[in-house]
């Protein structure tokens, strides 16, 4: 158990609905990551938070925005939620920002769309 | 940004060793971890290298040049349940520390 916790584990959702992923940080991480990972594809970053602040942005969509809260849990939030968009969605946290931080993930959040 | 190579499948005999190159290419070099993933669940973390020269924990080892932009992971002793995919991935500082993967490298273990 790494520590990081995402909810739901797994949804089922049709063409053009919205979700929110939720993910809670390892307890003292400052920075939240989020990762798409779709069939037999790499990791993809999408979007990082460093104590409540975006800092880095990957190939992140349009139709999706994400945010860090005060209690540093984040939410991921998919709008318009096309088929392509089925995938695996990690949530990754660290201490701070660079160094030797380890990063540790949690268990995903399956996104099916129909 | 970041380009990160690593081959797509590697397969080993249980007991053998097996190395993992990683090749990168980045402006503002901050570390380089490796991650095993097992299909449908999460990275887990192997190992770290910002300064060349190679470090050591247990079965695995990892390997930094970053005058080369090059990597490797190895894995001695190959066990079945080190199948798996392993992940090259490289922070970069000036892009706020942001973490990019490469596409993973399958590795098969066979008896």
């Known amino acids: 158990d790494s520590g990081v916790t995402q909810t739901p584990k797994h949804l089922i959702t049709a063409t053009g609905q919205r979700v929110t992923l939720r993910c809670s940080p390892r307890s003292g991480d400052l920075s939240v990551y989020w990762y798409q990972q779709s069939l037999d594809q790499g990791l993809q970053f999408l979007i990082q938070y460093y104590n409540g602040e975006e800092r880095a942005k990957g190939n992140i969509l349009e139709r999706f925005s994400a945010q860090q809260f005060p209690d540093l849990h984040s939410e991921l939030n998919l709008s318009s939620l096309e088929l392509g968009d089925s995938a695996l969605y990690f949530c990754?946290?660290?201490?701070?920002?660079?160094?030797?931080?380890?990063?540790?993930f949690g268990e995903g959040s399956w996104l099916t769309v129909v | 940004g970041q380009n990160i190579d690593q081959p797509t499948e590697m397969t080993a005999t249980e007991g053998a060793i097996v190395q993992i190159n990683c090749t990168y290419q980045t402006s503002g070099f901050n570390g380089l971890f490796w991650y095993q993933q097992h299909a449908g669940e999460a990275p887990t973390f192997l190992s770290y290298?910002?300064?060349?020269g190679l470090e050591e924990k247990g079965r695995f080892s990892s390997f930094l040049s970053r005058s080369k932009g090059y990597s490797y992971l190895l894995l001695k002793e190959l066990q079945m349940k080190d199948s798996a995919s392993y992940l090259c991935a490289v922070r970069d500082r000036s892009n706020d520390y942001k973490l990019s993967f490469g596409a993973g490298t399958t590795v098969t273990v066979r008896a």
């Open positions: 990754a946290s660290s201490l701070t920002l660079g160094g030797e931080d380890t990063i540790y």
């Open positions: 290298n910002v300064l060349d």
